[in-house]
């Protein structure tokens, strides 16, 4: 086994308020998800996949309930200039705490690296849509992360030599410094995209 694991328009839907609930199985699907939430709209047990309102079909939805005066949209919040609503904010914050969990338990790295001192990442590649998750430590540096994730998955590496491609780490559609340290340029559960890029 290689050791590589796969997972992985229209306005968003509305989210719920979440708290962590591990105890209780879905009551729409009865799954016993990593982390299922309570909608503290209608005290809910649902996982993530029936975690919005419209999805376990919330007994507040409009739809189910007499016909009242409409409410003011919430205030909104702007995240790397993406308006969103603050519940949204909240519901992205919670994905990514679920992306975490999904990469300590899957992700491939050195074993000496300490726990407390590992930058989970999620690292995907031109040629493949599948995604491929990865530890790294917070002390290392990007051309480090890039060398341990081409050895990992036996990719060409001419980096240490002129006039040839060379992989590099890109981020939010910008090439990450070499030199730079991996973990002051992204956070665990980051999606960067490594691919080759010519030199001339």
């Not at 300590?104 to 690296?113: A, L, Q």
């Not at 060379?166 to 992204?186: F, R």
Request: glycine share 4%; hydrophobic share 30%; with cysteine.
């Amino acid at each position: 086994s290689s050791g590589i694991n796969a997972e992985y328009g229209p306005e968003k839907q509305r989210q719920t308020d979440v708290e962590y609930q591990s105890s209780q199985p879905c009551h729409v699907c009865n799954l016993a998800d990593i982390v299922n939430v309570v909608c503290e709209e209608c005290s809910s047990v649902c996982c993530m996949s029936h975690r919005t309102l419209e999805q376990h079909n919330c007994k507040t939805l409009p739809t189910n309930q007499p016909v009242s005066k409409p409410k003011p949209p919430p205030p909104t919040s702007s995240v790397k200039g993406v308006s969103l609503k603050r519940k949204g904010a909240k519901s992205l914050a919670l994905e990514r705490k679920v992306m975490i969990m999904k990469m300590k338990n899957k992700s491939n790295g050195p074993r000496s690296v300490p726990p407390e001192e590992r930058l989970f990442i999620n690292v995907t590649r031109e040629t493949s849509t599948e995604p491929c998750y990865y530890h790294f430590s917070v002390t290392w540096s990007v051309g480090r992360c890039v060398d341990h994730v081409a050895d990992h998955l036996k990719m060409r590496n001419n980096n240490d030599k002129a006039g040839c491609d060379v992989l590099v780490m890109c981020y939010g559609g910008e090439v990450l410094p070499m030199s730079e340290v991996m973990s002051k340029v992204t956070q665990s559960g980051d999606t960067v995209l490594l691919k080759y890029q010519s030199q001339s």
